[in-house]
C-alpha cells in the first residue's frame, strides 16, 4: 500500500459527459501528479500540483482540469467525454517539488461507452 | 525531450530462469533512470532508480540495473525469476528540474512453470 488513494476505483459512462476524479495523496506529501494510461498511449504524464498550484504540465488536453485543495487532496475533471478517454488514471504524490521518488496510487479506470 | 524505448513489449521465460528487460533512452541532458513495476490490477511501485554514483543499482525483489551512459541503456536483470514477477515493467527517465516522468512503453513479463 502506497498511502496514496484514489476514487472512484471504476468509472463508466457515456461520451459527451463529465467525471471528476479524486487523489489523496500519502501523509505530508505536498506534490500530486496525474498520469494517463491508456493502450495505444502508454503511461504519459498529464499534470502536477504543488501545494496547491500548477508546477508542470504534460500532454494534457483542454477538456481535462486539475486542481489541489488546502488539505491536499486533488482532483483531475474530465468534460465532453470521448470513446478515447477510456484509460487508467493515476494518481502520484512525492513530498516535494522535485521529490524524485513518487508514489503511486492504484488508478481509476474510465470506461467512456 | 526525453523518451524511452522499452525494446521488448513481451518476455516470457520459466520460472527459475534469468531474465533482462531492456531500456534505451534518448536526452540531451543528464538524467535519472527508474524501473517501475506494475501487478495486475494494481498501481505502478518503484523498484529501483538511478540517480548517480555506481552504476550498478539494486533495487527490490532481487532485482537489479545497470546504467550505460554510452549506450544510454538502463538494463534491468535478475538472475532468477518467480512466478510472483509477473507483471508489467516500466522503465522511466526525468530531468533535473522538470517534474514528470517520461515512461517506456512497458514490457509484459510472463513466468512460465
Known amino acids: 500500500d502506497s498511502g496514496v488513494t484514489q476514487t472512484p476505483k471504476h468509472l463508466i459512462t457515456a461520451t459527451g459527459q463529465r467525471v471528476t476524479l479524486r487523489c489523496s495523496p500519502r501523509?505530508?506529501?505536498?506534490?500530486v501528479y496525474w498520469y494517463q494510461q491508456s493502450l495505444d498511449q502508454g503511461l504519459q504524464f498529464l499534470i502536477q500540483?504543488?501545494?496547491?498550484?500548477?508546477?508542470a504540465k504534460g500532454n494534457i488536453l483542454e477538456r481535462f482540469s486539475a486542481q489541489q485543495f488546502p488539505d491536499l487532496h486533488s482532483e483531475l475533471n474530465l468534460s465532453s467525454l470521448e470513446l478515447g478517454d477510456s484509460a487508467l488514471y493515476f494518481c502520484?504524490?512525492?513530498?516535494?517539488?522535485?521529490?524524485?521518488?513518487?508514489?503511486f496510487g492504484p488508478g481509476t479506470r474510465l470506461t467512456v461507452l | 525531450a526525453q523518451s524511452v524505448t522499452q525494446l521488448d513489449s513481451q518476455v516470457p521465460v520459466f520460472e527459475e530462469a534469468p531474465v533482462e528487460l531492456r531500456c534505451n533512452y534518448s536526452s540531451s541532458v543528464s538524467v535519472y533512470l527508474f524501473w517501475y513495476v506494475q501487478y495486475p490490477n494494481q498501481g505502478l511501485q518503484l523498484l529501483l532508480k538511478y540517480l548517480s554514483g555506481s552504476t550498478l543499482v539494486k533495487g527490490i525483489n532481487g532485482f537489479e540495473a545497470e546504467f550505460n551512459k554510452s549506450q544510454t541503456s538502463f538494463h534491468l536483470r535478475k538472475p532468477s525469476v518467480h512466478i510472483s514477477d509477473t507483471a508489467e515493467y516500466f522503465c522511466?527517465?526525468?530531468?533535473?528540474?522538470?517534474?514528470?516522468?517520461?515512461f517506456g512503453q512497458g514490457t509484459r513479463l510472463t513466468i512460465n512453470p
Open positions: 501523509s505530508g506529501d505536498l506534490s
Open positions: 502520484a504524490s512525492s513530498a516535494t517539488s522535485g521529490r524524485l521518488k513518487q508514489f
Open positions: 522511466a527517465v526525468s530531468v533535473l528540474g522538470a517534474q514528470k516522468l517520461v
Open positions: 500540483y504543488y501545494n496547491g498550484e500548477e508546477r
